[in-house]
């Protein structure tokens, strides 16, 4: 028995209002913002009409079209074009979405009157479905809308809807491998293995390019009343279920189309995956087939198993999904909020949105792909629209007017930094603004779409939206599809184990479900990352002596903010101040003075070896992954290791939130301490090293047996007058790290319990804290700041004491072997 999300769209929701937080939208406002993206595409689909048309795709800084053969060739990329104006197809039902009515009618007209179908011209199957064949499907939909209310299109009779099943007949060629899974690539005249196809080759396809065919496929088959199409469809989201790994139920990033093995066994939810999960989702949606929904509910535990590690979605491989395959994500994985929207599974949309939105505020746009550390990997910005998107659904989901001010950015960052005379550009590189002459079909079939729904109130609408399901190129199939014919025959999955179900697996969310009188929920999960991007930090002195904590606008007093992040603060008689951080101590003494490394960045051979054997060596950031440097300074026997930012200026109060992770793959080789300093924070040592020519770290901890169990350590540091010393140390300047088992950990070590361990969990999180004592002569040294990059994430309760007179630590448990990490809690 199935059940129709059709709610997915109304969200069913009764949309709630914020009680506090960001300040509600006016009608006037939006009406503006909406006006405004109005004339941007009139700006973009204006200038493709008078300089492109009928080629495929605008050139924008040449102000011509892009003709195939025409231009340098530009690989992979010129597959979309097919000598079929792609422009003009993939616009036409965003039209009629902006109630640009008489422009559609007119564009409807030259679309049968100009495009041909029949060029010899090898193209995606992919690209083409998506946007030609679901071009087509949208606007015959929109066009038999259109003319049922009798007053446009009274002229139509369902061309649009011919060229799509002659388009779909000229993609069917692909689909005849022994496996079922489609070639690539296709020709539209001679087909696949024809000796002039030029094409037929190619072995492999990416599991998206297979998995993606099913919306525009079963639309097709159920409009024109031929089956083949989506059977076609289905048989290849069969073969890549039946090649899932059955031990992880993830699937890899290309597969042989022959004989089904896996060729790339890296595992995700962006570039080569992405539409695959997203098209077993919405197929449920369309359809009605509760086995799309079995398969991607199986699908989806494994996901937020090992994929999800919130606010992160990091790679794994397939047959040992505890193995991160990659430390950088791609841009295209920010679709997936809006598809666990559709889940109604929201806390892990908002803060995978969140922490996207923040790599935005620092970077313009998304790069297409950016580093753990949200540091640029490619800079390239297309003009993607899947961000766009998320920001619609969380809006449709939550009604927080906080995503109508994330779309409002959207729209001034492309006014300011894509919007050229004639038309829109992509961005070639986020770090420079240079652009690329280059307008993709996309942005006119999405990005405008998204944002003129994410400003307009139903009413406003030609159409009801929520009678519809968008394609993953945001065209509009009606959700009566799913009564126009029954499933498929003889579609049926069998699962090995049935996957864990919660709330939603069969059933529609609802506001008060999610948010049970808390409309401010969405809310306190992003007041949790809102700047792990190190962009736009507040931040308020403390009345507790000696740290300095951040003040979020959530009204909430900093030593109670620092609680709710599962950071306690507890009485250190014994110092001045205190400082987290985040040591492999293993119950012995570690001591060293603090020499740099050189090479200062520890990317290359070390020149000064020798000197730093049983020193703490210091390191600037950059040039090299963190691990790099960790295990280069360890094979020339540093006792601990101090990484520097290396953008001058940098501090902890414009980036209270930073990560270290690995590089990628295992770090359990990494035993020597580590911890991070922002530059003006990592001032404090360097000028120490400078004026006193040493400076020694000590580290102490409390005697006690040794324990098989984790310990939790508080962790001190201050700077010692001369004449403190223990005795026997030298003179030189002192940074003490004094640790000592918290009170946690012996209740729970008489409990007898257990810490629970979650896998790549690698947050440090907290306020910048003072550092104090005085070194001599000179400033008083600057707020220090520490960071971790353990692999692993305790979950255990956390001390709620704080003492206005003593200074701030985090508990913070270690695991023998591996270092230890504070967390916001659970």
Same mark, same amino acid.
């Given at each position: ?16 209002? %914020? ?21 941007? @595409? ?64 007119e564009a409807v007209r030259k679309t049968v009157r100009d495009v041909r179908l029949d060029n010899d011209v090898v193209v995606s199957v992919f690209e083409t479905n998506i946007r030609v064949l679901g071009g087509l499907l949208g606007a015959h939909v929109m066009a038999d809308l259109l003319r049922g209310r009798g007053e446009r299109m009274q002229w139509y009779r369902d061309e649009l809807l011919h060229m799509a099943k002659d388009l779909g007949h000229r993609l069917l060629p692909a689909f005849n491998t022994t496996s079922g899974l489609p070639y690539p690539r296709v020709n539209l005249r001679y087909g696949v293995l024809n000796p002039l196809s ?28 031929? =089956? ?7 048989? =290849? ?30 595992s995700g939810v962006g570039a080569g995956i992405d539409s695959y999960y997203e098209y077993l989702m919405k197929a449920y949606i369309l359809l009605g087939d509760s086995v799309y929904l079995e398969r991607f509910n199986t699908h989806y535990s494994a996901i937020m198993k090992y994929i999800s590690q919130p606010p992160l979605l990091l790679s794994v491989h397939m047959h040992n999904p505890t193995v991160n395959v990659r430390s950088w994500m791609d841009s295209l994985l920010a679709f997936f909020p809006g598809l666990q929207v559709l889940r109604g599974d929201l806390k892990p949309a908002i803060e995978t949105h969140e922490m996207l939105y923040q ?9 297409? +792909? ?14 993607? #629209? ?31 930094? =894509? ?23 996309? @942005? %006119? +079939?999405?990005? @405008? ?64 479900? %999610? ?83 050189? #090479? ?9 070896? +020798? ?63 580590? =911890? ?21 770290? %000590? ?77 001599? #002569? ?9 960071? +971790? ?38």
């Amino acid at each position: 028995m199935w059940v129709i999300l059709k709610m997915l769209f109304y969200l069913g929701l009764g949309s709630w209002v %914020l009680g506090r937080g960001t300040q509600a939208m006016s009608a006037e406002e939006k009406t503006t913002i909406r006006g405004q993206v109005l004339e941007m @595409f009139d700006h973009a689909y204006g200038s493709y009409m008078k300089y492109a048309y009928p080629a495929d795709e605008l050139m924008p800084l040449s102000c011509r079209g892009r003709v195939r053969g025409q231009e340098p060739n530009r690989g992979d990329i010129d597959d979309s074009l097919g000598k079929f104006s792609l422009t003009l197809i993939d616009t036409l039902d965003t039209l009629v979405v902006l109630n640009k009515l008489e422009e559609f009618e007119e564009a409807v007209r030259k679309t049968v009157r100009d495009v041909r179908l029949d060029n010899d011209v090898v193209v995606s199957v992919f690209e083409t479905n998506i946007r030609v064949l679901g071009g087509l499907l949208g606007a015959h939909v929109m066009a038999d809308l259109l003319r049922g209310r009798g007053e446009r299109m009274q002229w139509y009779r369902d061309e649009l809807l011919h060229m799509a099943k002659d388009l779909g007949h000229r993609l069917l060629p692909a689909f005849n491998t022994t496996s079922g899974l489609p070639y690539p690539r296709v020709n539209l005249r001679y087909g696949v293995l024809n000796p002039l196809s030029r094409t037929g080759t190619e072995s492999d396809t990416c599991t998206a390019c297979a998995g993606t065919m099913i919306l525009e496929f079963a639309a097709l088959s159920r409009l024109s009343g031929e =089956a083949v199409f989506e059977e076609h469809a289905r048989k =290849a989201l069969d073969v890549l279920w039946e090649k899932r790994q059955r031990g992880s139920d993830l699937v890899g990033t290309v597969i042989n189309i022959h004989n089904g093995d896996w060729v790339r066994r890296d595992s995700g939810v962006g570039a080569g995956i992405d539409s695959y999960y997203e098209y077993l989702m919405k197929a449920y949606i369309l359809l009605g087939d509760s086995v799309y929904l079995e398969r991607f509910n199986t699908h989806y535990s494994a996901i937020m198993k090992y994929i999800s590690q919130p606010p992160l979605l990091l790679s794994v491989h397939m047959h040992n999904p505890t193995v991160n395959v990659r430390s950088w994500m791609d841009s295209l994985l920010a679709f997936f909020p809006g598809l666990q929207v559709l889940r109604g599974d929201l806390k892990p949309a908002i803060e995978t949105h969140e922490m996207l939105y923040q790599v935005t505020k620092q970077h313009k746009f998304l790069p297409e +792909a950016f580093t753990s550390e949200f540091r640029v990997h490619w800079g390239q910005h297309p003009l993607r #629209p899947e961000f766009a998107e998320s920001t619609y659904f969380l809006y449709k989901a939550t009604g927080d007017p906080y995503y109508l001010k994330v779309g409002q950015s959207i729209v001034e960052k492309l006014n300011a930094h =894509a919007r050229v005379p004639c038309g829109f550009a992509a961005v070639q590189d986020v770090r420079t603004g240079t652009h690329e002459d280059r307008m993709d079909s996309f @942005f %006119l +079939a999405e990005m @405008f779409k998204y944002l003129y729904l994410l400003f307009s109130e139903k009413s406003q609408l030609p159409l009801d939206i929520d009678d519809y399901i968008f394609t993953t190129e945001a065209h509009l199939l009606p959700m009566s599809l799913s009564t126009t014919q029954p499933p498929c025959q003889g579609n049926s999955t069998e699962t090995r184990t049935p996957p864990e179900e919660d709330l939603f697996t069969h059933s529609c969310p609802s506001a008060q479900t %999610l948010f049970p009188n808390n409309p401010s929920f969405a809310k306190t999960i992003r007041d949790s990352y809102k700047y792990l991007a190190g962009v736009g930090r507040p931040h308020q002195v403390s009345s507790i002596r000696g740290i300095e904590l951040p003040l979020h606008d959530n009204g909430m007093e900093p030593v109670e903010f620092l609680k709710s992040m599962g950071i306690s603060l507890t009485s250190l008689h014994e110092a001045a101040g205190a400082l987290g951080l985040s040591w492999t101590l293993l119950g012995r003494r570690v001591k060293g003075s603090i020499v740099k490394s050189a #090479p200062y960045s520890a990317c290359g051979p070390l020149e000064n070896a +020798a000197e730093l054997r049983g020193r703490v060596a210091l390191a600037l950031r950059g040039d090299c992954m963190f691990a790099a440097k960790a295990r280069r300074l360890q094979e020339a026997g540093v006792v601990g290791v101090i990484f520097i930012d290396h953008k001058d200026g940098s501090s902890s109060e414009a980036t209270p939130l930073f990560q270290m992770v690995g590089d990628g793959g295992p770090t359990s080789d990494i035993t020597v301490p580590l =911890a991070f300093l922002f530059s003006r924070e990592g001032a404090a040592l360097t000028t120490a090293l400078e004026e006193h020519g040493g400076v020694e770290v %000590l580290l102490l901890p409390k005697e006690r047996p040794p324990a098989e169990k984790p310990m939790g350590m508080n962790i001190q540091i201050h700077l010692s007058k001369d004449g403190e010393l223990q005795e026997g140390e030298s003179k030189s300047t002192t940074i003490q790290l004094r640790l000592e088992p918290s009170e946690e950990e012996e209740e729970e070590e008489e409990r007898g319990g257990t810490w629970g361990r979650r896998r790549g969990r690698s947050h440090l999180h907290g306020g910048p804290l003072r550092l104090h004592g005085d070194r001599g #002569p000179g400033p008083s040294p600057a707020p220090v700041r520490g960071r +971790a990059d353990p692999p692993l994430r305790p979950t255990l309760p956390v001390d709620p004491r704080a003492t206005p007179e003593g200074a701030g630590t985090a508990l913070l448990p270690t695991i023998p072997g591996k270092q230890a990490v504070a967390s916001r809690g659970p």
